[in-house]
């Protein structure tokens, strides 16, 4: 594969890659710390709610198309490793399986977030009504549970880096 071709593969790969993990961060380190304030408002969390079901759209085209770049590439080192060593040492093996096995974990969580967890935050919120001055004890436990595994996708993503780091070097 031709040297511009291998290095624009590899440059949507790691903007897919940083699309997905950069929106993690801005739920973490955002979002979630605009919802949880001592007197959460309903507003508030529909903001919030509203940012997460923009995310939702822009995800999954990013994480199919890691997941693609992610073969192309793998292709490429395979090729060459095979064509200047004869066999991909076991070291490599190794880290890119762990490496895959966290990015699949990443695509399991995200999707139990989205499709089981954020469903449920919703119909939650519509439980609030306006008289209530506090949260529906429903709605904080799945904010909480939202919290957490957004917090474990960002754990993930974080080996996910430093396997891409191992691999590369």
């Known amino acids: 594969m031709p040297f511009l071709l291998r290095a624009l593969i590899l440059w949507l790969h790691l903007l897919a890659a940083i699309t997905w993990i950069g929106g993690l961060v801005f739920q973490v380190l955002v979002v979630f710390p605009t919802l949880t304030r001592p007197t959460p408002t309903a507003e508030r969390i529909r903001f ?5 079901a923009r995310f939702r759209r822009l995800v999954w085209p990013v994480v199919g198309l890691v997941l693609f770049t ?5 292709m490429n080192v395979w090729y060459a490793a095979v064509e200047t060593a004869g066999s991909v040492s076991t070291t490599f093996a190794w880290v890119l399986s762990v490496k895959l096995g966290l990015v699949l974990s990443m695509i399991v969580l995200q999707a139990i977030q989205q499709l089981f967890v954020q469903p449920r935050r ?3 919120l519509h439980g609030w ?17 939202a919290l957490v595994l957004y917090s474990v996708l960002l754990g993930l993503a974080g080996n996910v880096v430093l396997c891409a780091v191992f691999l590369r070097a």
Do not use: F, H, I
Not at 70 to 74: K, P, R, S, T
Not at 129 to 145: D, F, H, I, K, T
């Open 70 to 74: 992610g073969l192309v590439n793998l």
């Open 129 to 145: 009504s306006a008289g209530m001055p506090e949260a529906p004890a429903p709605l904080v436990q799945w904010q909480r549970l």
């Open 122 to 124: 919703v119909a939650a």
């Open 48 to 52: 919030g709610l509203s940012l997460e």
